[in-house]
C-alpha cells in the first residue's frame, strides 16, 4: 500500500507520516502473529516476527539549519523503532525485504537533490523520483510518503524555482492519482482525500 501525505510547514505532517507507519507496523506483526507465520520471518531481540519499520531520510546536512532540522525529526521518532536510511537521490538503489514499512521524508528534499546536486538527474529528476517509488512500492509491504504543499505562497519566483516547482507539482500529482490513500495534514488534523 502507498499512502501519500502531504500538508504544509509545520503542520503536523512528519509526526501524523510516522504514527501511521508506526501503526501499519503493528497491524502487520499483528496479522502475522494471528496467522503463525512468524517461524517463517526474520524475528526481532525478542524473538517476535518484525517487519522493519525504515525511514527513508532524503535531507543532505548541508548547513546549519539543515543539520537542526535533522536532530529535530530524530528526535521525534526516537524510541519507535525506526531504522534509518539516508539517500539523497537514486531510489532505485535500495534494497528493502518485502514485508518493510518505509517512510519517505520527504519529496522536497528529494527533488532537489535529484535536480541541484552533481549525482543527481538533474532534467530528468522527476522520471527518476517516479520509478524510484515505484521500486520502493514494489518491493515494501507499505511505503508512507511525506511531500509539501506547494504554489500556495503567492510569491513569484525566479525561473529555476519555478522549474523546480513545476516538476514538484507533477510528483505530487502523479502520487494523488497513483497512491492507494492521500491524506493532507492541516493544524495537526488529517483530511482523507483519497482512498483505494
Known amino acids: 500500500m502507498v499512502v501519500f501525505v502531504i500538508g504544509g510547514s509545520g503542520s503536523g505532517k512528519s509526526q501524523f507520516a510516522e504514527r501511521l507507519a508506526v501503526k501499519l507496523r503493528e497491524k502487520e506483526k499483528s496479522a502475522k502473529n494471528v496467522s503463525g507465520r512468524e517461524r517463517h520471518e526474520s524475528k526481532d531481540s525478542r524473538g517476535q516476527s518484525a517487519p522493519r519499520l525504515v525511514y527513508i531520510a532524503t535531507m543532505e546536512p548541508m ?4 543539520r537542526q532540522r535533522i536532530r529535530r525529526h530524530k528526535a521525534m521518532r526516537a524510541g519507535q523503532g525506526f531504522e534509518t536510511w539516508e539517500q539523497y537521490t537514486h531510489l532505485e538503489e535500495l534494497s528493502p525485504r518485502h514485508d518493510d514499512i518505509l517512510l519517505l521524508e520527504c519529496l522536497s528534499n528529494l527533488m ?3 535536480t541541484f546536486a552533481a549525482a543527481g538527474r538533474g532534467e ?13 512500492a514494489d518491493h515494501s509491504r507499505h511505503l508512507v510518503i511525506v511531500g ?13 524555482t519555478r522549474n523546480y516547482l513545476e516538476e514538484m507539482a507533477k ?3 502523479y502520487l494523488g492519482t497513483q497512491a492507494d490513500q492521500v491524506i493532507e495534514v492541516v493544524c495537526g488534523i488529517a483530511i482523507e482525500w483519497r482512498r483505494r
Request: hydrophobic share 30%; with cysteine.
Open 124 to 136: 530528468h529528476a522527476t522520471e527518476a523520483i517516479q520509478k524510484g517509488i515505484c521500486h520502493l
Open 148 to 160: 509539501n504543499n506547494m504554489f500556495e505562497d503567492g510569491i513569484e519566483y525566479d525561473e529555476t
Open 63 to 66: 548547513d546549519q539549519e539543515s
Open 112 to 114: 532537489a537533490n535529484e
Open 171 to 173: 510528483i505530487h500529482q
